[in-house]
């Protein structure tokens, strides 16, 4: 970590070795109220690298959110496209990589609701899509400017990216589930009060939160 006054003038840096970022902090926080050059501080700011790029970030959520769908709703289809190149959906009009209107309508249909996880702000994505036929039922979650010291989980929670949150979207677009749809919206909130309870006293997500894995299979 590297620290430097309010003049600039005076720098310092110093390696932390923390095993939760909670403690980190904790320890930055305590070590600066000991140095008369930071004696008073307002505002610490931070970057913290979890090892995972941001674009993997989307994909496992919406994957876990497939897992818990299925486990509810075994009948509903579900689709799931990795879109890796994002000016596929701009027309060809547009963009060279653009895809056809019929191929895009062949993907995303032209009457379903789309639920896009993206890691960056939503409106990238609307700008990108609003020729698209079917763009009146494309909900995007991605930042928001939510966040604050917390778990890499938690930081994903605070900007409704989550997996339980991208579940709660398409239980409320698909009106068909019926009474069903209470339970397992019921059963999202109870998972997020865990996970907040969960960090609040471990410092950490929860082990099914951190070793997750993709455990559905074809039938």
Not at 179 to 201: G, N, P, V, W
């Amino acid at each position: 970590m590297n620290f430097k006054d309010s003049t600039e003038k005076s720098q310092e840096s110093r390696t932390i070795d923390a095993a939760v970022q909670r403690s980190a902090v904790a320890f930055l926080l305590d070590w600066l109220e000991t140095q008369q050059v930071f004696a008073s501080v307002k505002a610490v700011g931070h970057r913290v690298v979890y090892g995972m790029t941001h674009s993997d970030v989307p994909t496992l959520e919406t994957l876990a959110a497939v897992e818990i769908l299925r486990q509810h709703f075994s009948e509903l289809k579900i689709r799931v496209i990795n879109v890796v190149d994002l000016m596929t959906l701009q027309p060809q009009s547009e963009h060279p990589h653009g895809l056809s209107d019929k191929d895009f309508d062949t993907l995303f249909t032209k009457d379903k609701p789309i639920i896009f996880a993206f890691q960056a702000y939503p409106w990238l994505i609307h700008r990108l899509a609003y020729r698209r036929t079917n763009h009146k039922n494309l909900h995007v979650r991605g930042y928001k400017e939510g966040g604050t010291t917390t778990t890499p989980f938690d930081m994903v929670v605070l900007n409704d990216l989550d997996r339980f949150h991208l579940v709660g979207d398409v239980i409320d677009r698909v009106p068909s589930l019926g009474s069903r749809a209470a339970c397992a919206k019921q059963f999202i909130r109870d998972k997020l009060y865990e996970h907040t309870q969960y960090i609040d006293q471990h410092g950490e997500d929860m082990p099914e939160i951190r070793n997750w894995k993709w455990e559905l299979t074809h039938e």
